[in-house]
């Protein structure tokens, strides 16, 4: 579709030239008629058929194509120097246009085609969308060259083409802030897709959380920690819940316990072993049980000495008397404990009794549906031995190794929740009787007031600290008011709050909860560490606030300054107009500055896009074998030597510095190693910046200069662009990388002979592969820049001409270029960027230069 409105539009200037000329001759030679009227009425209406044709074809382009493409084409290639309004305003009409219906938009369609029609064939079509008009006065003198097409007075007139650049997007074409070339100074695209360019980050803006129950700080490794983190310090407070439903509250009071005992030390006058039964109080909903089995009896191997022997059993006085053997195995075992518990038929918490000696091992303990708190076999103390030490009887003494003890019995800790109901409690009988304890909390009362002080850590000191915000709930039931008040402040430590906390901390309020609080460093401070002290009151200790988490957040920091220099803007001829504007669009918030402007543009003396019939000697000596083709300059070479054809610079123009750069394309080398495509710096000696065949660079002088490598990674590439500069005893050599990486500064060159010297700028080819091989090169869009008055240094300059820092362009509504690039076809910008605040960033948003 654009290659047709093109070709329309070339119908209407065609035409319209034809008409021009018919015109002059006419008025050149007033009595001769041939057909002059029938011609200059079928060149009216051949006009009118193509303007409505370019018409159709505007529309459909308007409601097809990306904006930034329509817009560039039928708003700013007028005769006008700026549009009465702006991209964003055409492109939120196109997209409402968008919306009409087939019929709509075919109504549209013959409106136009109508206007057009009824106002060409009445006054004479002066469309203003066209790229060239005229204007027919009595008394013309001779027509002007249609070569230039210049203007001549009060004689026929023919405006040259005008356009423009909008940069708006991430993209690499026109409409792009990425078109090649394109450098960031601590600058970046602020997204992709329709964006801005600001100022790059120092500081990444970050959120921390608090809000588990795991002792993990967070920080920029780990954005969310918890509530146990070390450092941490509670006063009344305690953290309740597991994972992320973790959260701060007041702790509970103890004198809100109930306990109840049955068995040894029973309340009630529960002592004695036996079942009883509790039912759970209402309101209550979970209990402790501990629970004890009974100790079990002692028992006693083997018997009475006597003579040596041991006897099995009690045999009266005369034993002792006696000379007998009676086997000295029988035992007298002791019974075990009986088992303690507590039981609905579904939760079960049991710690059986102690085994009798022999053995005498501890009570086991069994459970179900319960949480175990702990369980060990120190339930009821165990029972003696059957005899006891020292006993004697006749006169012979009780062989003390053979006594035995009871067992004790088992004991068990568990927590029985969603408890409701009756209960069995069954307490053990035995040696020492067990026990049953259960302790259970009534409505529960909280402390009336504490405190939890914690931090999280910002990374790095000093932190600009931007906000904080806190979610508070309430626990369930009660009354009263119940709230969590802060105070804010950073320090540097990791274990010690600061001093100055609470005297001089930020204060976020109850009322303020779930809403993000901006912390001023008056009060918040730089520190690495954010450290906060959360203050809870409850009025009459029957709810209690909870923190259910805390999220503290970092500030984004910018570069205090930077820049954009645009890629390269190549208008495509030599602009006559001395009205080149450039505007932009910007967002400056407080603390930055508005963006600031400098241009640099093509010395056109000699600079050259090799679009002409023949070479321009005036700037160039042709290379051997060079020619120029389709718009490019051609350098071949078929030699059995080592030959260096090249395009040499007439005069040694570039003095002091500069920056000179050209197209190249080296597809149609041949593989053999051993060729170049370069531009050579020539003073007395030779700096030269190259590409092999391969599209792996390299350099040379002859002057010794230091060289080095500043950039070492780039993509090869076969057509690419190569670009020299000189700043006073340096020359750089750079490549545009095909990978949106900018310039790559890939060898630089540092004192030597004569590398200040007046120089030329030569585009070569080196075969040096001696295979008789016909090689070709070609080279295009060779740029100096600077201005095209007479700078060649590349220095980008301001409205009053100059290249100091100062001098910018300021007026972002639109604002004439310096005279010094009127002729120019190359531009490029460069966007200067501060802030006094490193909290913010201007950001510009889109950018016209027009023409």
Not at 46 to 57: G, N, P, R, T
Not at 253 to 267: A, E, F, H, R
Not at 532 to 560: F, W
Not at 620 to 648: E, M
Request: proline share 3%.
């Amino acid at each position: 579709m654009l290659k047709l409105y093109y070709y329309l539009q070339s119908k209407i200037q065609t035409t319209e030239l034809s008409l021009s000329q018919k015109i002059e001759k006419k008025l050149n030679e007033p009595y001769n008629s041939n057909l002059f009227y029938f011609n200059v009425i079928f060149l009216n209406i051949a006009l009118v058929f193509w303007q409505i044709a370019v018409d159709a074809a505007k529309l459909l382009i308007i409601l097809t194509r990306d904006p930034g493409i329509s817009f560039n084409i039928f708003f700013k290639q007028r005769e006008l120097r700026s549009c009465p309004f702006s991209y964003h305003y055409f492109k939120s009409i196109q997209q409402k246009v968008r919306v009409f219906s087939l019929a709509g938009m075919s109504a549209m369609v013959i409106v136009t085609v109508i206007t057009s029609l009824i106002t060409n064939l009445i006054f004479g079509g002066t469309p203003p969308g066209r790229a060239a008009t005229y204007t027919y006065s009595e008394g013309w003198a001779s027509y002007a060259s249609a070569s230039n097409l210049s203007i001549a007075a009060n004689l026929l007139s023919l405006n040259l083409l005008s356009g423009s650049f909008i940069q708006t997007n991430n993209g690499t074409t026109t409409t792009g802030f990425n078109l090649p070339g394109a450098t960031f100074v601590n600058s970046i695209l602020n997204g992709t897709g329709d964006t801005s360019i600001r100022l790059a980050t120092t500081t990444q803006g970050l959120s921390f959380t608090q809000t588990d129950d795991t002792a993990n700080t967070s920080g920029p490794s780990t954005l969310s920690g918890g509530f146990n983190n070390s450092g941490n310090v509670k006063s009344n407070a305690e953290v309740v819940g597991t994972g992320s439903s973790a959260l701060i509250r007041l702790s509970t009071l103890p004198s809100n316990q109930v306990t109840k005992v049955w068995g040894v030390g029973g309340t009630d006058g529960n002592t004695a072993p036996g079942t009883y039964s509790w039912t759970v109080p209402n309101g209550v909903t979970s209990f402790t049980a501990t629970v004890n089995g009974a100790g079990g009896n002692g028992g006693g191997r083997g018997g009475y000495y006597n003579n040596g022997e041991y006897c099995a059993e009690w045999c009266g006085d005369n034993c002792c008397d006696v000379q007998y053997d009676f086997g000295c195995d029988d035992v007298v075992a002791g019974s075990a404990g009986g088992p303690s518990s507590v039981t609905n038929g579904t939760q079960t918490a049991t710690a059986n009794g102690g085994n009798g000696g022999p053995p005498g091992g501890g009570g086991g303990v069994s459970n179900s549906n319960v949480n175990v708190v702990s369980s060990s076999a120190s339930g009821g103390s165990a029972g003696s031995s059957y005899w006891g030490s020292g006993d004697t009887s006749g006169g012979c003494s009780v062989n003390n190794s053979y006594a035995v003890n009871g067992g004790s019995g088992g004991n068990l800790v568990a927590t029985f929740n969603s408890a409701s109901g009756v209960y069995t409690i069954t307490v053990g009988s035995g040696a020492n009787n067990g026990s049953v304890t259960i302790v259970y909390s009534t409505a529960i009362v909280y402390n009336s007031s504490g405190s939890y002080i914690s931090y999280v850590d910002g990374g790095a000191s000093p932190t600009v600290w931007n906000t904080f915000r806190f979610n508070r709930s309430l626990t369930a039931g009660g009354s009263g008011a119940a709230t969590a008040n802060f105070k804010v402040r950073s320090g540097d430590s990791a274990t010690i709050p600061p001093a100055d906390l609470e005297s001089a901390g930020c204060t976020i309020t109850d009322s303020q909860s779930g809403v993000a609080q901006a912390l001023s460093s008056s009060c918040a401070g730089t520190g690495r560490y954010m450290w906060y002290k959360a203050t809870l009151v409850s009025e009459n200790g029957t709810r209690s606030p909870q923190i259910d988490d805390v999220i503290i957040s970092r500030k984004t920091l910018y570069q205090p300054s930077g820049s954009f220099t645009s890629g390269i803007m190549d208008v495509g001829q030599k602009t006559k107009s001395s009205t080149l504007n450039i505007s932009w669009n910007e967002t400056v918030p407080t603390g930055a500055s508005s963006a600031k402007v400098q241009v640099t543009s093509s010395n056109e003396n000699l600079s050259d896009n090799f679009n002409t019939s023949s070479l321009n000697t005036e700037k160039w000596n042709a290379a051997t074998g060079g020619s120029l083709d389709s718009n490019r300059y051609k350098i071949t070479s078929q030699s059995t030597n080592s030959v260096y054809p090249n395009l040499t610079m007439k005069n040694a123009s570039l003095i002091g510095d500069f920056d000179v750069q050209a197209d190249y394309d080296i597809s149609s080398l041949t593989a053999a190693a051993g060729k170049n495509t370069l531009i050579q710096i020539l003073t007395s000696q030779q700096f030269q910046c190259m590409v092999t065949q391969s599209g792996a660079l390299n350099s040379y002088n002859s002057a010794g200069s230091t060289v080095t490598t500043p950039q070492a990674g780039y993509t090869a590439q076969l057509t690419g662009k190569l670009r020299a500069t000189r700043t006073s005893n340096t020359i750089n050599c750079y490549l545009l990388d095909a990978n949106s990486n900018g310039w790559v500064n890939f060898a630089r060159m540092v004192g030597g002979t004569d590398i200040t010297g007046n120089a030329k700028a030569n585009l070569m080819l080196a075969d040096q592969d001696n295979a008789n091989n016909l090689e070709t090169v070609y080279f295009d869009n060779f740029i100096v820049w600077g201005n095209n008055l007479t700078d060649t240094t590349g220095s980008f300059f301001g409205p009053a001409g100059t290249s100091n820092v100062n001098d910018t362009y300021t007026v972002n509504s639109g604002q004439a270029l310096n005279a010094i690039h009127n002729g120019s076809q190359w531009f490029r910008y460069k966007a200067i960027f501060a802030t006094s605040d490193t909290a913010t960033s201007t950001m510009l948003n889109d950018l016209t230069f027009s023409y």
